[in-house]
């Protein structure tokens, strides 16, 4: 396995698991609202999220570069065929 498929799976898995954590783990096992201050699940939610937002534009950068890197092989074959 290549160090970028590891790392694509890795952000994949960790996407999901904060995509879990946010729908369904916290607010589920966060105590109730009391009705004053912030609710118990807020910090919690932030940081998974920006996990969720980290991980998605590694995934992102991931596929970019190589798409980056296969536009500029293709330019390099384009210029030897010249």
């Known amino acids: 396995m290549t ?3 590891r790392d694509r799976l890795v952000d994949g898995f ?3 698991g904060s995509l879990v954590f946010l ?5 589920n096992f966060t105590p109730p609202y009391p009705g004053y201050g912030v609710s118990s699940a807020l910090l919690p939610s932030i940081v998974v999220g920006i996990i969720l937002v980290l991980s998605v534009i ?5 596929f970019w570069a ?17």
């Open 3 to 5: 160090r970028t498929k």
């Open 14 to 16: 960790v996407a999901l």
């Open 23 to 27: 729908l369904w783990i916290i607010p």
């Open 58 to 62: 590694s995934l992102g950068n991931s």
């Open 66 to 82: 190589q798409s980056k890197k296969t536009s500029a092989s293709e330019k390099d074959q384009q210029a030897d065929n010249i």
